[in-house]
Nanobody
C-alpha cells in the first residue's frame, strides 16, 4: 500500500483544514488508517485511527471534539477533519496503514505516507 497525504496549509487559530490520505494498491479496506503528527523538536505522536470498515475510531485526548477521522473505501481515501485549530496543532501530519491493537486501541503501522505540513497562526 502506498499512501499520499495532502491538504495541509497555513490557517489562523480557530480555523479548519481537512487532510486527505489517498491509498494505492489493493485491499485498502483491510487496513486501519491512522494519523500521526510531529512538531519541530518533538517526537511523533498519535492523533487518530479508524478501522478498516470505518466503524471504529479512536482519538488522542488532545483532539477529541475537534478532529474527526473518516474514510471512503470506494475512493481508497481517508480524511482528517480538523476544526478549532490551535497554534499547538502546528506539525507535519502523517497517515499510516496498519491495524489497531486490541488492548491499547493504539495503531500499529505497516506503511507510512509522506507528511503534509499544517501551520496554525495565532
Amino acid at each position: 500500500v502506498q499512501l499520499q497525504a495532502s491538504g495541509g496549509g497555513l490557517v489562523q487559530a480557530g480555523g479548519s483544514l481537512r487532510l486527505s490520505c489517498a491509498a494505492s494498491g489493493r485491499a485498502f479496506s483491510a487496513y486501519a488508517i491512522s494519523w500521526f503528527r510531529q512538531a519541530p523538536g518533538k517526537e511523533r505522536e498519535f492523533v487518530a485511527v479508524i478501522s478498516g470498515s470505518g466503524g471504529t475510531t479512536y482519538y488522542a485526548d488532545f483532539v477529541k471534539g475537534r478532529f474527526t477521522i473518516s474514510r471512503d473505501n470506494a475512493k481508497n481515501t481517508a480524511y482528517l477533519q480538523m476544526n478549532s485549530l490551535k497554534p499547538e496543532d502546528t506539525a507535519v501530519y502523517y497517515c499510516a496503514a496498519g491495524g489497531i491493537a486490541t488492548v491499547t486501541h493504539l495503531p500499529y503501522t505497516d506503511y507510512w505516507g509522506q507528511g503534509t505540513q499544517v501551520t496554525v497562526s495565532s
